[in-house]
């Protein structure tokens, strides 16, 4: 059976992967020359470096079992790393008992009633019976308006903006389940690969062509059609193939676009109803460091950017000539003014902000910057959003839909894109 497989990112490598260990002849199609997603990286420092920051957590067992079964266990570390929270222009240290009940920005009551609302949270096993509830509407009477005012609500503001009350307590819960597996009393322990994702990513490259998948890199899926029971697939090239099986890893819209009449009104809707947020990534090099945590969440709705992750506080400079690496990470939509501004203009404006936090971190600091941007980013998770959930079989038969808004209740990840390969995967086995 011939298999298409629309993207190469970690889902569509999964699927293969699965795929071709069942003798399906398999191609992947990428309209960039790179394979991986969101996990590419540049070259920096003499080093590679994903454009945008990335780890682990201890309960991603899809992806340390990728890890494992590709020969790299040895280069996975998990080294300590701290959490800091941006209130009032200071960085206080965050993501311990201890360190709450130093956080001054909100009363001792708050302080407790906050901390037993996180333990209930990650007690709940059962995420529908909260999905039927924003996270606004449902922090604000347990835990108090100031306490969910300077914690909870500026984070639903850096990741989604003025849409922030529309996002569903569920997809809160499943931050906060997945955080607390690599939670210490010190701080968190977070998983990274020697060299670089990049590493993993050439490894599960090699892996495939090895065992006879085809990449067509470069190559972009313009149409997918269907005659008799052999679906078209036209590619940018004005080339066409057939196929058995056609799996898109696109994000909804594209994937609207490209399967067209092949999807029913219904799953159209469905589709068209998840609406997204944009990453804009600033990636900087520097002289010297800016705080001593790994990562910083802003808590000060006036600064606008959700997150400043500096990267060699979890791997050490040594490994970046003796150079800082910091992430200015940034989630918006069309509305915001930042959305289509040059990276010159970013920068400015960041600094204002960043020279406040910290007053000898200036652009003389600064070394390079680069700055990335991911359209389809963040899916909004709204309430009640298990019902409207695009299922990955499609009702054309033998057509398949495998992309991020599907990972549900979970986040978006590397683990999950491999954990839904892997599903899709079985279901064309087993049909």
Not at 61 to 76: C, R, S, T
Not at 182 to 202: A, P
Not at 216 to 236: C, M, P, R, S, W
Not at 351 to 363: G, R
């Amino acid at each position: 059976m011939k298999v298409a497989i629309i993207g190469a990112g970690y889902t569509g490598l999964s699927i293969g992967k699965e795929l071709i260990k069942k003798k399906y002849d398999v191609t992947i199609f990428e309209k960039s020359k790179n394979v991986g997603g969101m996990c590419d990286t540049v070259l920096i420092c003499g080093t590679h470096l994903e454009k945008y920051y990335r780890h682990i957590f201890k309960s991603d067992v899809d992806a340390v079992d990728l890890i494992k079964e590709l020969g790299l266990e040895e280069d996975l570390i998990w080294p300590g790393t701290k959490m800091g929270y941006l209130s009032n222009n200071k960085i206080y240290e965050f993501g311990t008992p201890i360190s709450l009940l130093k956080f001054k920005p909100i009363s001792f009551l708050d302080k407790i009633r906050f901390g037993l609302n996180v333990i209930r949270i990650k007690l709940i096993n059962d995420y529908k019976k909260i999905e039927k509830y924003t996270a606004e509407e449902w922090l604000k009477p347990r835990i108090g308006e100031r306490a969910y005012s300077k914690i909870w609500e500026p984070l639903l503001i850096s990741k989604f903006g003025e849409q922030k009350s529309e996002v569903s307590m569920a997809w809160l819960w499943g931050k906060i389940k997945l955080r607390s597996t690599s939670s210490t009393k010190e701080g968190e322990q977070l998983g990274y690969i020697k060299g670089s994702y990049q590493v993993l990513t050439d490894a599960f490259y090699n892996y495939l062509i090895d065992k006879g998948v085809r990449f067509e890199l470069n190559t972009e899926v313009k149409k997918v059609e269907k005659k008799d029971d052999e679906f078209i697939v036209d590619l940018n090239n004005k080339k066409s193939e057939k196929f058995d099986y056609v799996v898109s890893t696109l994000d909804y819209e594209t994937s609207v676009k490209v399967l067209g009449d092949l999807l029913c009104d219904a799953e159209k809707k469905r589709m068209s109803s998840v609406k997204y947020t944009s990453a804009r990534t600033m990636l900087i090099v520097a002289n010297k460091s800016f705080s001593r945590f790994y990562w910083t969440n802003i808590g000060d709705n006036d600064i606008p950017f959700g997150g400043i992750i500096e990267h060699t506080n979890m791997i050490k400079k040594d490994n970046y000539q003796g150079k800082t690496i910091i992430y200015i990470s940034n989630y918006m939509t069309e509305k915001n003014p930042l959305y289509d501004v040059t990276k010159e203009d970013m920068l400015k404006e960041y600094m204002k902000h960043l020279s406040k936090i910290n007053p000898e971190f200036t652009n003389d600091n600064i070394i390079e910057y680069h700055v990335y941007d991911q359209n389809y980013a963040q899916p909004i998770i709204t309430c009640n959003y298990s019902k409207i959930i695009q299922k990955t079989k499609l009702k054309t038969k033998n057509l398949y839909l495998c992309t991020m808004p599907q990972i549900y209740p979970e986040d978006r990840g590397m683990n999950y894109a491999i954990k839904m390969g892997k599903k899709v995967a079985n279901e064309i086995i087993k049909s």
